[in-house]
């Protein structure tokens, strides 16, 4: 046997189910569809198991005998011919028609169902699994017609190894910032600290914290010169009368102006009265 004909006996199996139903449809009603709802349970047929193989380019829907594995039809999807081989009833999802050949130009359609939901899915996945793989081999035999017909010879190098050996080190040379900085923060940070200045308030603002009780006669006296100093009029001349300067010795003033007391206490006790 030679190696072409090895190559196109190699199979790959898909997907394998093993139990499926087939049923005898009644020719098409419309031209929308089958619908497995007008197939009556008398119309089965067959139940077996189904195999999706890969034969290469071309994938094969085989029906079997599970016990000795006898053929009972097969249904062959050639590349991007799935619609005229497989196709999905419009009131269900587990079940579909067949196109089923016996090799030598005849076809039949028939009815196939899955008992779970599940496994009419993986069915639809396999066959959709085995038209991407066709089209990926497709396409890298066309990339590679195109890169033998072309000049262009691009060089692979071996990537380089930066990594230190054993023993090996890296030396750094970092340079020295400068002392003298050029930034706000330099030239704030160089600049002499300053004391504000201590300026004394103008004259004849401050107050007293406890102004004098008033009435009070030295206080009086106090302003008066103050008032006649500013106004430039100069006091008069005190006269040397051989008393004490102190404004306070002669309470004579201040005598008359108590109130007379009323009881027979001394000078003393009219002075805390008052």
Not at 21 to 41: D, H, N
Not at 164 to 173: A, C, F, H
Not at 192 to 216: E, M
Request: net charge negative.
């Amino acid at each position: 046997m030679s190696f072409e004909e090895d190559e196109e006996s190699f199979e790959h199996t898909l997907l394998v189910v093993r139990e499926v139903a087939v049923y005898k449809i009644p020719p098409r009603s419309t031209s929308g569809g089958y619908k497995c709802g007008e197939w009556l349970q008398s119309d089965k047929i067959w139940s077996g198991r189904l195999r999706v193989v890969s034969c290469k380019d071309r994938c094969e829907i085989r029906l079997e005998d599970p016990n000795s594995a006898e053929l009972f039809a097969a249904c062959f999807v050639n590349p991007g011919q799935r619609e005229n081989s497989v196709e999905t009833v419009l009131d269900s999802s587990r079940y579909f028609v067949l196109k089923i050949e016996d090799g030598r130009g005849k076809h039949a359609f028939i009815g196939l169902g899955f008992a779970e939901r599940n496994e009419a899915f993986d069915f639809n996945v396999a066959l959709s699994d085995h038209e991407k793989y066709v089209r990926r081999e497709h396409e890298k035999e066309a990339a590679g017609e195109t890169s033998d017909s072309g000049d262009t010879h691009i060089d692979i190098h071996p990537a380089v190894n930066h990594r230190l050996k054993e023993g090996e080190t890296i030396r750094i040379n970092v340079k020295p910032k400068p002392t003298s900085g050029t930034g706000m923060l330099s030239a704030a940070a160089g600049k002499p600290k300053t004391t504000p200045l201590g300026i004394a308030p103008p004259p004849g603002k401050i107050r007293s914290p406890l102004p004098p009780p008033p009435n009070d006669p030295v206080a009086s006296r106090i302003a008066s010169a103050n008032h006649g100093v500013s106004l430039g009029i100069k006091p008069p001349p005190q006269e040397n009368t051989g008393r004490s300067s102190d404004p306070l010795s002669d309470l004579s003033p201040l005598e008359k102006n108590l109130p007379p007391s009323t009881s027979s206490g001394s000078t003393a006790s009219g002075w805390a009265a008052f």
